[in-house]
């Protein structure tokens, strides 16, 4: 884990490799988070993984992949939305609800988050530049204090894992 700015080592983890897992190793890690801290990270979605590090008091902003389904609850002025990172039992519900063509009546139990998708042009050193589509999940809900474009700027995509420090948006981005 390391600091986006200084790159300063935060803490580590290791494990042999036919070990190797890195939803456990990330479990490691947690007392290292502090409430201070906005972990910025891809691929980590989970319901457990999410409260395990959210109880530590951190904020955090994974990347998600694109066809993990959020429910929109509220749609907010910058355009995210509010929705639930469903528990493991609410996520097979909904999934067989969807998958018979039904709707279910309620939101699922689970974390309340804010999506949040963006584009990012890439502009290769060789080759056409492209443009690439991004997810991120958060638990920093509103939209006035962590503005979505903020967001996504903070969180570059070459970037797999980061630790950023928390701030009070100022100004404009």
């Known amino acids: 884990m390391t600091e986006c700015g200084t790159h300063a080592l935060i803490d580590a983890a290791f494990d042999a490799v036919a070990k190797f897992s890195e939803h456990k190793l990330a479990r490691q890690l947690l007392a290292s988070l ?87 042009t890439v502009r290769p050193r060789v080759g056409l530049p492209r443009t690439e589509t991004f997810r991120l999940v958060t638990s920093l809900l509103d939209h006035r204090l962590a503005p979505a474009r903020q967001l996504a700027m903070t969180y570059r995509p070459s970037v797999d894992s980061r630790l950023l420090p928390m701030r009070r948006p100022s100004g404009s981005y």
């Open 34 to 120: 502090r409430p201070d801290m906005l972990l910025a990270d891809r691929n980590f979605s989970g319901y457990e993984l999410w409260g395990l590090a959210r109880a530590t008091g951190a904020h955090l902003a994974w990347r998600i992949k694109k066809n993990l389904a959020f429910v929109p609850l509220r749609v907010l002025p910058d355009g995210p939305y509010l929705s639930v990172m469903p528990t493991p039992k609410e996520t097979i519900r909904h999934g067989q609800a969807r998958a018979a063509g039904r709707t279910p009546a309620e939101p699922p139990k689970g974390h309340t988050v804010r999506i949040i998708q963006y584009t990012v």
